[in-house]
């Protein structure tokens, strides 16, 4: 499975905002982008970044995460 957060992480630059999603074209679903919410927590608690906004459909499943890369 791949790390989403990280990815995104890695093509920022410091003080850039972006939104994390799943991409169907490389295999994530909705179900398997749920850790990628788990992996951005972490980078957070490092003082990578910092989670501005989760976004949840009707259901509680996380579809988009707002990061603010910090480091």
């Avoid at 919410?37 to 003082?47: F, M, Q, R």
Wanted: hydrophobic share 45%; charged share 30%; aromatic share 4%.
């Amino acid at each position: 499975m791949r790390d989403i957060a990280k990815e995104v992480y890695t093509k920022m630059k410091v003080g850039s905002v972006a939104w994390i999603r799943p991409i169907a074209a490389k295999g994530d679903t909705l179900d398997s982008f749920q850790s990628a919410h788990d992996s951005a927590k972490l980078l957070e608690e490092e003082g990578l970044i910092d989670i501005e906004k989760v976004q949840r459909q009707a259901d509680g499943l996380i579809d988009a995460i707002r990061i603010q890369r910090l480091a």
